[in-house]
Every structure is written in C-alpha cells, then in structure tokens.
C-alpha cells in the first residue's frame, strides 16, 4: 500500500464523473472516469463508483471524500434538480455511507474550482476573490475572508443568474436576461446570430452553417481580424466587466479569476472585461480589483476543485478537535 496521504476527488458531470486521488500539495496520485448514465437508476450509479472507488481504497490511504456537482446543496450534502443530470433529488452523504464511513462534503462545481483555485491555484493566499467560469453557461464562486459564500440555504453565489437585461434572453433557469445568456459560450452565439441578423458587417461566420458554429470557431474568426467576431467578444467583455463592476460594492475583491473555455480567448476577453469593470466602479475601487486567468490546469480542476474542498473540511474538524 502507498501510505501518502490522499483525499478523493470526484466530480459528477452530465455526461461523465471524474474522480481523482489528491495529495495536500495538489499532486494527482491517480485521476479515471466512469460514464455517469444520469438516465440510469442513480444507486446503481453509486454502484457502479464505488466499483471502480473500491479498489482505490485498497491502494491508498484516503482521508475523505469531495465532491463537485451541479444543484448541489453543501448544508444538506444534496443535489437538488440539476439541469443536465436525469436526476431530481439526489440524497448524496445517504448514498456514500452505504459504502463507506470516510468524511464527505459536496457543493457545486463552480465553488469546487474557486477552492482549488484558493489551495492550488492563481488565488494561492487570496482570501477575498471571484471564481467565475465561463464554459455553456456562467458558474461563480465567492471567497470571503477565505471561506466560500453559501448563503443560509447553501445556493448563494449565483452571478450567473443576476439579470442583467430586463426581459433579455430567455436563460434555461425559466427567466430572462441572465448575465449567462450573455458571457458564456452559449452566449456568444446567440450575439454573433444577432449581430449576423442586425448588421451588414462581412463575416466568414455569415458563410457558415450557425448550427455548428462554436465558439472556439468564433475565437478563431476574431483572431484572424473578423470585424463581426471581434465585436462580439466586445459586447460579452463589456456586460461582464459591467456586472463585475457592482461586485466590488459589496464583495471588495481582491482578484477576479476567470476560467473556463471562453477565457482561453485571453486579451480578447480580458481586455473588454477589465476596462468596462474599470470604468463602471466606484473610484474607491478602482485600480485595486485584478483580473486573471486560473492558475489550475483546465483538464483537471474538477478534480482538484472537489479535492480542495475535503482537504478544507479537514483542516477545519482537526482546528476544531484542538479546541
């Protein structure tokens, strides 16, 4: 047996669930993946997990587990009607303690990669920052005097769903003009199919079938001088960097961290983003907040996100035992 202490790292995906051991230091001793199959029933989800799980436990010394996933409730250790998932309402600490007694925590995905952002990451001795994550949708994570923000029912810290546009677009939470609609990938779609529709700018985009127009394909565009693609990472930068501006009234952040696909754009969202946040904030503010990219490696956040946040449960149940 490897005696090097580890926690388990898993994030539950629409699609597939990651799962990862972690050292304290943020080393991935083993990192595989399982289909989640969220249409089967989910205890034979679990099932199937700790199939693979089982033998881990076997090999290594784990201390606890973590675990990342959409709707998920960190005071009830629920997931509560995920959009991408088939599953309604998932009783997760119930689930594990069938097969093992270790300690767990749950929360969303996007808190999981502010954590790990915090342990591993661009935020590494931050105590007061923004995780937001620009992928289909807008994921945040909220640090205050470094503790997550959860709000006294668990589901605070939802930037994504501030309406930034009164009777905007139509957002998959069954309301309108939510900031997500806006800046994600999701988002510069539908602005470059607008603009596509209410201007006469030349575009390559124009020649293409939209439906299989991404927005790595859109990047691409804007990178090759595309006047109609430049201007749409301008309007997703500036509602962005507009909404952040009023995050500082009431968080006084330290840094924005953004990551996800949509950052990878680099300075064509970075730069829209910081001078729209610049120019909208309080001057108490200003030229105080940084902006960055994620200092975590995209292929494996989800796993060191869910690691950061057992590895923090048990820093605060020994602080607690010393007391």
């Known amino acids: 047996m490897d005696h090097n202490k580890t926690v388990l790292g898993i994030d539950i995906g629409g699609t597939n669930t990651v799962f990862g051991l972690v050292t304290e230091s943020g080393e991935i001793v083993q990192k595989d993946k399982i289909k989640t199959n969220s249409s089967d029933n989910v205890d034979l989800f679990f099932e ?13 010394e784990v201390l606890g587990i973590g675990i990342g996933a959409p709707n998920a409730n960190y005071y009830k250790t629920t997931i509560e009607y995920p959009p991408n998932l088939c599953w309604d309402y998932v009783d997760v600490k119930a689930h594990i303690r069938k097969y093992t007694e270790l300690p767990c925590a749950l929360t969303n995905d996007a808190n999981a990669a502010a954590l790990g952002e915090m342990l591993f990451g661009a935020a590494k ?19 205050v005097d470094g503790k997550l923000v959860y709000g006294h029912d668990g589901f605070a810290g939802e930037i994504g769903h501030v309406i930034v546009k009164e009777n905007g677009r139509e957002c998959g939470c069954g309301r309108k003009g939510c900031l997500e609609t806006y800046a994600s990938a999701s988002g510069i779609r539908r602005t470059v199919a607008e603009l596509i529709g209410s201007t006469i700018t030349k575009s390559k985009l124009r020649e293409m079938d939209f439906n299989k127009v991404s927005a790595e394909m859109i990047y ?9 693609a430049n201007k749409a990472f301008q309007i997703t930068g500036e509602i962005l960097g507009k909404t952040l501006s009023n995050s500082m009234a009431y968080l006084s952040p330290e840094a924005i961290i953004l990551f996800g696909g949509l950052a990878n754009a680099g300075d064509l969202i970075f730069d829209p983003v910081k001078s729209y946040m610049e ?3 309080l001057n108490i503010f ?4 940084k902006v960055l990219p994620s200092g975590l490696p995209e292929s494996d956040t989800a796993v060191l996100g869910s690691a950061a946040l057992i590895w ?5 149940q020994n602080a607690e035992e010393v007391k």
Do not use: C, H, P, W
């Open 286 to 289: 200003k030229n105080k907040v």
């Open 312 to 316: 923090e449960e048990l820093k605060m």
């Open 48 to 60: 199937r997990l700790f199939q693979k799980l089982n033998d881990l436990f076997d090999r290594y």
């Open 220 to 228: 691409q565009a804007a990178v090759d001088g595309d006047e109609l």
């Open 125 to 143: 001795g931050m105590k007061n920052f923004i995780e937001i994550t620009l992928g289909t949708g807008l994921g945040s994570g909220i640090v």
């Open 279 to 281: 120019e909208n904030m």
